[in-house]
């Protein structure tokens, strides 16, 4: 059972990474898509606030205060009466609406495998590619060192 | 005497809205949209966004476009606007070593895991100007290449198992990360609190400290051993989970400055370290935060305060662009009464002058008045 719960706490922080990572029109896109349901009780928000970003010092070192940045946060209830939240990097409240109530849905056994597969999985392989797409670009121009040998053998 | 007055309202409108013309300027020329600045001025919506002190794409080209590119008046318009939202928490420390790395280059170690990646840099470009982007051509796709899996560790790490640098930067126990934004500064200063104003100070101020070190002001023999740009997640401990929150990624950059040290009372012979970590793609800003970080370690590692750059208080009291913009700019701003005050003393004082310096002049004046 602790077992299951850690497991289930893991994916649903997965999910919640993927919304955030993702921009508001692919979420929108997916979302009217998969037909979805968004009724839900707005408890929070959307609101745009600040959090403060901490470093490091010397990288590993203890934590210090970088900056701020924008960040927009809803929490909402379903009919059903699954609470979501979400919190995301941006201003963008319709995608912090939306990803409030995927949160929610993916709490509802039922709902789950629906908004893994409908939405959270497309998301996941779009940032995916991105992401491989990135490195590959930065890994062209890493430089391969080679020896000059000079003088005769 | 000075009698105050009121006016200027209808001169102020109308260069407010004088400004907003010569801000558009030419109708012909199509209008800028903010996604042209985020994707092609992208560096200096990264400085804006550092030096501003919010990390928001959007919000700093739209300042960028409102300030006519001026930076620092987009600068000034992110930290006002920062002001009116409320605030969230703090969130969790970064973790560089997980980045997901665009650039990342040593100058101390050639063959290191992970491997020298030079990213989209201006290094080793010819600094010749290119027609070709004044017509506007189109540009290739970039190369790619198979990635391999390689961890990549800071090359603080890898020096710090022999032994010969010091660690990351610890602070006491019971050590609660300052914040300039909530408390006022004070003088001498924890690191932390140190790192928060570089971090958000202005990048030529720094650049000139910096520069200054190399060339002999507090010289700390300084090496790159690592920068390293890219993207980091981002989370925030919340009430309302049972885990941090992931918000999304930021870009970033990390400076890793070694520096050489012959040791004092109060170290051994080691590398020493600067730290270096703003918003964006930064990097002369990362590299010269790091020597002023180092440089501002004098005192903590037993060195002689001798050059500007050492001197905390002069050092970070000077290193914000918007306190500074705002006072050197608030001259130029109506000082009538104090300036007829000034007038009339320095006409009191140069007649004392006159008359002591030049008695019988001053003295023929009243002969012939007589």
Redesign the interface.
């Known amino acids: 059972m602790r077992g299951q719960e850690a497991r289930d706490?893991a994916e649903?922080?997965a999910a919640?990474?993927t919304l955030?990572?993702s921009s508001g029109d692919d979420v929108v896109r997916l979302w009217n898509a998969t037909g979805l349901p968004s009724e839900a009780e707005l408890l929070r928000g959307p609101?745009?606030?600040?959090?403060?970003?901490?470093?490091?010092?010397?990288?590993?070192?203890?934590?210090?205060?970088?900056?701020?940045?924008?960040?927009t946060?809803a929490?909402v209830r379903l009919p059903s009466g699954q609470v979501g939240?979400c919190?995301?990097?941006?201003?963008d409240k319709q995608k912090a609406r939306l990803a409030a109530i995927a949160d929610a849905l993916w709490q509802d056994p039922a709902r789950r495998a629906e908004v893994e597969t409908g939405l959270i999985a497309p998301l996941r392989s779009a940032l995916a590619t991105a992401?491989?797409?990135?490195?590959?670009?930065?890994?062209?121009?890493?430089?391969d060192?080679f020896t000059m040998v000079r003088g005769e053998d | 005497m000075y009698v105050a007055v009121k006016g200027g309202e209808a001169a102020i409108a109308n260069a407010h809205s004088l400004l907003a013309d010569r801000r558009r300027g030419d109708r012909s020329v199509p209008a800028l949209r903010l996604d042209q600045i985020v994707e092609q001025l992208a560096l200096g919506v990264d400085r804006v966004m550092s030096e501003g002190s919010l990390y928001d794409r959007e919000l700093a080209a739209l300042a960028i476009v409102q300030a006519r590119g001026d930076l620092i008046e987009a600068i000034f318009l992110v930290r006002a606007y920062r002001t009116t939202l409320p605030r969230f928490g703090y969130s969790k420390a970064i973790d560089t070593a997980t980045m997901l790395v665009e650039r990342r280059v040593s100058a101390t170690y050639k063959d290191l895991p992970g491997g020298q990646l030079l990213g989209p840099t201006f290094d080793y470009t010819h600094r010749l100007l290119d027609p070709e982007l004044a017509a506007g051509g189109d540009v290739a796709e970039p190369l790619q290449r198979e990635t391999e899996t390689q961890a990549m560790p800071r090359v603080s790490a890898i020096l710090a198992r022999e032994g010969l640098i010091e660690p990351d930067g610890e602070m006491p126990q019971d050590h609660v990360p300052g914040d300039i934004t909530r408390e006022p500064l004070e003088f001498p200063m924890a690191r932390d609190i140190r790192l928060q104003a570089l971090s958000r100070g202005d990048e030529g101020f720094l650049l000139a400290l910096g520069y200054s070190t190399q060339r002999g002001y507090a010289r700390n023999h300084p090496f790159v051993g690592e920068i390293r740009i890219g993207e980091v997640e981002l989370e925030l401990d919340v009430p309302e989970l049972p885990f941090a929150v992931p918000l999304g990624t930021v870009r970033v950059t990390e400076c890793q400055m070694v520096n050489q040290f012959k040791g004092s009372a109060k170290a051994p012979p080691q590398f020493t370290r600067g730290y270096g970590l703003v918003f964006g793609q930064s990097e002369r800003k990362a590299m010269a935060m790091a020597l002023c970080d180092r440089a501002l370690r004098a005192s903590e590692l037993g060195e002689d305060v001798v050059a500007a750059a050492q001197d905390e208080e002069f050092v970070i009291s000077h290193s914000d662009n918007v306190q500074a913009t705002g006072f050197v700019e608030h001259l130029k701003l109506p000082h009538y009464v104090d300036f007829q005050a000034e007038l009339d003393l320095v006409r009191r004082m140069h007649a004392e002058y006159d008359a002591r310096e030049n008695p019988v002049k001053a003295d023929d004046k009243r002969e012939a008045a007589e």
Not at chain 1, 132 to 142: I, P, S, V
């Open positions: 706490r649903r922080k919640m990474a955030a990572q609101e745009t606030g600040l959090v403060t970003v901490r470093g490091r010092i010397g990288g590993g070192g203890s934590p210090f205060n970088v900056g701020e940045t924008t960040v946060r929490t939240h919190y995301a990097l941006g201003r992401h491989e797409r990135r490195r590959a670009e930065t890994a062209a121009t890493k430089v060192f």
